[in-house]
């Protein structure tokens, strides 16, 4: 199960509508078993757990993260995670720090694709003539990381 496809809350503390620029701060309660699989940024993210326990895989290193403790992704780093409960994360990151899916193909090329949506402001524009990258196609490549979180 991924993000994408998971009823979840989320409530933009800080962000383009309270006028800022440079960086964004949301709220998210993930459900149980959520995976998000791995993916870099040309950004810093960090992951404050309020509650519950979620698992963080930064740069091959995984750890378990309760509540009051903070996951790090430093610029350019392979991260993702599984809620291993209900959980409710803050989450501070730059703004259209874009997102690249780690893709590993079946006969184990390891691979980066970029992924442009629509609305999230932490998201990169697709370029002129390029579209969104469908959340169904956003699942398949997270995917092919879960057994890696």
């Known amino acids: ?3 994408t496809r998971t009823a979840r809350t989320r409530r933009w503390l800080v962000g383009p509508e309270q006028g800022a620029e440079h960086f964004l701060i949301d709220r998210q ?6 995976r998000v ?5 040309d950004g810093e993210e960090a992951h404050l757990v309020e509650r ?8 091959g290193q995984r750890h378990v993260f309760r509540a009051g403790e903070i996951a790090f992704a430093p610029i350019g780093s392979e991260h993702g995670f599984v809620t291993l409960t209900e959980a409710t994360m803050v989450t501070i990151r730059e703004q259209r720090l874009g ?11 390891r691979r980066e694709v970029e992924i442009y949506r629509n609305g999230p402001p932490w998201s990169k524009q697709p370029p002129d003539g390029e579209a969104t990258t469908p959340d169904d196609q ?3 490549y997270y995917r092919t ?5």
């Not at 519950?52 to 740069?59: K, L, Q, S």
């Not at 997102?99 to 090329?109: F, H, K, L, M, Q």
Request: charged share 20%; hydrophobic share 40%; proline share 2%.
């Open 1 to 3: 199960m991924t993000a």
């Open 29 to 34: 309660t993930y459900r149980a078993g959520v």
């Open 37 to 41: 699989g791995l993916h870099v940024h």
């Open 52 to 59: 519950g326990e979620v698992r963080f895989a930064v740069d």
């Open 99 to 109: 997102s690249r899916a780690i893709v590993i193909d079946p006969d184990g090329t």
């Open 138 to 140: 956003v699942e398949s």
């Open 145 to 149: 990381t879960e057994h890696l979180l």
